[in-house]
Structure formats: structure tokens, C-alpha cells
């Protein structure tokens, strides 16, 4: 909370500081270098690089301004974050950065009213590690002779984390071997991740209702201040 006067509190909490009287807060997309392009837009935002946690929220542009939709606590990776142009495969730490979603996916049925382009998980359906094969970062079924199982993940293997999912475009249209893969945005596990950014079953639902193709859904992830600060982006 800014110091300030307890009666100006409640204008406090709507002004910007040092803005003129009835001057509203810039939301912060608002704030941000680049949103992507588009009308939607997710930012994930931890307090510091070293933390686990942190919120995601999604928005609308809507008449000029950037409107908040919806928003939850989040989960990042274990050794907290990191630019995602100096990330390291297998460091345990979410990549920073503006991407974008290229498609959904997961175990279960996509939720009733989505429009992104989804994808069911299978008894085959792998996602390529394996900085050797020729399918690095990309989704694989079945999973090809090049690509070892020790250097990738089977989907099906994690029913509450895939359960429904968004691909993070990190390192995926041209893909850096070593930096990288397999970061997306999915349903909690049990505690940190290893680099991708999760929230509450119900809140990717309703992420995957949400989003729309159309209108060129990015994803900005980062902290509240310093290198990695969201607003770089």
C-alpha cells in the first residue's frame, strides 16, 4: 500500500500516483513495451525472479483500454525465472518473455465453448526433449526412433497437470537446442513446476473458454520489477 493520508485512501487505491484527480491507474498491459498484437492478453507475474508463486491474469482490449477478466494465483518453476533468452534446458526455471499460444491440449475433453484449436492427449502422444532429434520441442505420437523416452514426456503420465493445457510459443518456431522445451501453461500439480506456469484446474477452464483465436492471444510472463520486469516486455 503507498503511504499517504487514511481519509485519501479510498482515492489513492483508484489514482495514479501524482496523477491529476480522476486520472485512473494505467491497468498493466497498459504498462507493458509490447502486448503481442492482439485484443487478449495473459500476464504472469511473479513478486521476484526467485519466487515460485505468483498471479495470472487474463484481459480483454476492449474500447481503447486493456479490461481485466479473470485472474488466479499461479505456480512457477522450481528455481524461480529467468530471461527467457539466457534459459537453460533442465534448470527447473520458467522462461520471461512475450509468446504466444500456438494450441491447446489435453487429457480431458476441452471445456464446452472452446474455439482455440485443441488437441487430445493419447496412450502415444509425447513431447520431444531430446535436443538430438529432429522433433525437438514438438509434440510427437507416436514418439520417433530419434527422440529417447528418458528425454521426453509422455503425456498421459500427468493426468492433473495435462489434464487441459496452452503451449507456450517459448523456443518453439525456431527452436535453440538446449534452451528449452515443453513450457506450457497447465493445471497445478503438486507444487512448483519444472519451468512451465500453472494454475487452478478451474481457472484453465475458463482461460480455455476465454482465449480466441481471432484475436491473437499472448502470454507475458515475468516479475514485478527489475531485469525480468513484466513491463519490459
Known amino acids: 500500500m503507498r503511504p499517504g493520508v487514511v481519509a485519501a485512501l479510498a482515492s489513492v487505491s483508484l489514482l495514479t500516483l501524482g496523477a491529476a484527480p480522476g486520472t485512473a491507474r494505467a491497468t498493466l498491459p497498459e504498462l507493458m513495451a509490447d502486448t503481442g498484437g492482439g485484443t487478449q492478453l495473459i500476464t504472469a ?17 476492449q474500447d481503447g483500454h486493456w479490461v481485466k477478466r479473470g485472474s488466479a494465483a499461479a505456480r512457477f518453476g522450481a528455481k524461480g525465472l529467468v530471461e527467457g533468452t539466457a534459459r537453460k534446458q533442465g534448470t527447473n526455471t520458467t522462461p520471461t518473455g ?21 488437441r487430445r492427449v493419447h496412450q502415444d ?18 514418439r520417433p526412433a ?64 476465454w482465449a480466441e483465436p481471432a484475436r491473437l ?16 516486455y
Open 146 to 209: 530419434d527422440c529417447r523416452a528418458a528425454e521426453s514426456e509422455h503425456l498421459i503420465s500427468y493426468e492433473a497437470q495435462y489434464a487441459h493445457a496452452f503451449v507456450i510459443g517459448f523456443n518453439y518456431a525456431r527452436p535453440v537446442r538446449g534452451r528449452g522445451a515443453g513450457i506450457f501453461l497447465h493445471v497445478n500439480g503438486s507444487g512448483a513446476t519444472a519451468g512451465c506456469v500453472s494454475v487452478p484446474a478451474e481457472a484453465m477452464r475458463q482461460i480455455l473458454t
Open 217 to 232: 492471444p499472448h502470454i507475458a510472463i515475468g516479475t514485478a520489477s527489475g531485469t525480468t520486469a513484466l513491463t519490459r
Open 125 to 142: 502422444s509425447w513431447w520431444c526433449q531430446d535436443n538430438d532429434s529432429l522433433s525437438y520441442n514438438r509434440w510427437t505420437e507416436p
Open 98 to 118: 512475450l509468446y504466444d499460444l500456438p494450441y491447446a491440449f489435453g487429457i480431458k475433453a476441452a471445456p464446452s465453448g472452446t474455439t482455440a484449436t485443441y
Open 45 to 61: 507475474q511473479a513478486l521476484r525472479a526467485d519466487a515460485t508463486t505468483g498471479t495470472v491474469t487474463w484481459w480483454d482490449r
